[in-house]
């Protein structure tokens, strides 16, 4: 018993003295190391849009990508076609970029890399004004491009090269909402309501509430529609799970809870995997009066960066004032989603340069409707618009997603 008691720590350590031997003997090469992170394109990060300033395009400058006759045009914004002087060249340069420009969309590489995929936007005219300067973009690089209209689809274009959708469903509150007409009665025609529209603040507008899951990316927006000039005050009823909201809202408070109640359902009902996008708020530059008050932009001029507030901030009351109370509400609503926020509102103040104005198309149309201080020339902003959102959705595909 005595010397097995001595030998046990022997046999004891024998494995570890034969591990010793054998890493000294054939060593572990090390392990590899992973690259390092790769940094985002121009353009594809989400601060590149809100941080920069607006540069002469660098010489010799591209030629168009597109002309007055794409087929996608709308006549309201083909600025050149309707005898608007063509805009200065320029470009956005993000602060994070050193000096150097946002690229514009390698169209054909776009499609390569979107091949098979569809790309949506859902909301008002605004969505249509980049959808428009994307189709048209896009087509550059497929000439069988068509237009494409299904699903509920107010606009949009296959491109079969790739087989890639884009489309646009029109939904200008978001949510559902339908008209109601008042009893004929002396008392309502005093006050002159017609009628008032029932808002269903958690049900999405049949233009795409059956399309939550057919499109790898997805663009929202909604603000320009919520505001008096559009419905006049009083005719917003809010509901919600079939019951008016008590006490009623008013048009402001109504918009937070649709943002909310609509950021909650996009949440639930889109596929993780897709790219979900909301684009703030396009400022408007009407000066000397509202759209139905003498208000203009005819100017060739961009904004200096300190005229802005002056612009833009709600505290000086002017007319231009509600991009950035509903951009406040957008962002409340969207805090703590994975819903990302691209913020086309700062780059866009500086254009007051860069609207349709009187150049409508129609005979008439600025007697009738006022000027377009609202919408964008194209091309024009909203193709600066495209390059960053090429970006950002090329950075989503490259990282395996969608």
């Not at 309201?76 to 005898?83: P, Q, S, T, V």
């Not at 008016?244 to 408070?253: C, F, K, T, V």
């Not at 005229?307 to 509903?326: H, I, T, Y």
């Not at 198309?361 to 091309?379: E, F, I, N, S, T």
Request: with cysteine; proline share 8%; hydrophobic share 40%.
């Amino acid at each position: 018993m005595p010397r097995l008691r001595l030998r046990l720590p022997l046999v004891l350590l024998l494995p570890i003295a034969l591990t010793i031997l054998l890493l000294l003997l054939f060593p572990s090469s090390p392990r590899p190391r992973s690259p390092p992170p790769q940094p985002l394109p121009c353009g594809a990060a989400l601060s590149d849009a809100a941080d920069g300033r607006w540069v002469p395009t660098p010489s010799p400058a591209p030629p168009p990508l597109y002309s007055p006759s794409c087929l996608f045009h709308r006549n309201a914004w083909n600025c050149l076609r309707n005898g608007r002087p063509q805009l200065a060249a320029l470009s956005w340069a993000p602060t994070r970029c050193g000096g150097a420009v946002v690229p514009r969309i390698d169209a054909a590489g776009f499609l390569a890399a979107a091949r098979g995929r569809r790309i949506g936007l859902v909301g008002d005219s605004l969505s249509e004004n980049l959808v428009v300067a994307l189709l048209c973009a896009l087509r550059s690089a497929d000439d069988g491009a068509r237009k494409w209209k299904r699903r509920g689809a107010w606009r949009g274009g296959y491109f079969p090269k790739e087989d890639v959708i884009v489309a646009y469903h029109r939904a200008v509150l978001l949510a559902k909402y339908t008209w109601h007409p008042v009893e004929n009665s002396e008392e309502d025609r005093k006050d002159g309501i017609k009628g008032t529209y029932r808002v269903d603040v958690d049900i999405p507008a049949n233009d795409w509430i059956n399309v939550t899951k057919f499109y790898d990316v997805l663009i929202f927006n909604t603000g320009h529609w919520w505001d008096t000039y559009k419905f006049p005050k009083d005719t917003l009823v809010f509901y919600k799970g079939g019951k008016p909201i008590e006490p009623p809202l008013d048009i402001h408070s109504g918009l937070k809870v649709v943002l909310k109640s609509i950021a909650s359902y996009i949440e639930r009902e889109v596929p993780r995997k897709t790219l979900k996008l909301w684009r703030t708020q396009s400022p408007r530059h009407f000066y000397g009066g509202e759209w139905d008050h003498n208000g203009s932009c005819v100017s060739d001029r961009l904004l200096e960066e300190h005229e802005l507030n002056s612009w833009f901030d709600p505290r000086f009351g002017g007319v231009n004032k509600e991009a950035r109370m509903v951009n406040l509400a957008i962002q409340e609503a969207l805090a703590g989603s994975e819903i990302q926020l691209l913020n086309l509102t700062y780059m866009s103040e500086f254009r007051a340069d860069a609207h349709p104005a009187i150049w409508l198309g129609k005979k008439d149309a600025v007697a009738v409707y006022g000027q377009d201080c609202m919408h964008w020339c194209l091309p024009g902003v909203p193709d600066t618009w495209v390059d960053i959102l090429a970006a950002q959705i090329l950075h989503h595909f490259k990282q395996g997603k969608g």
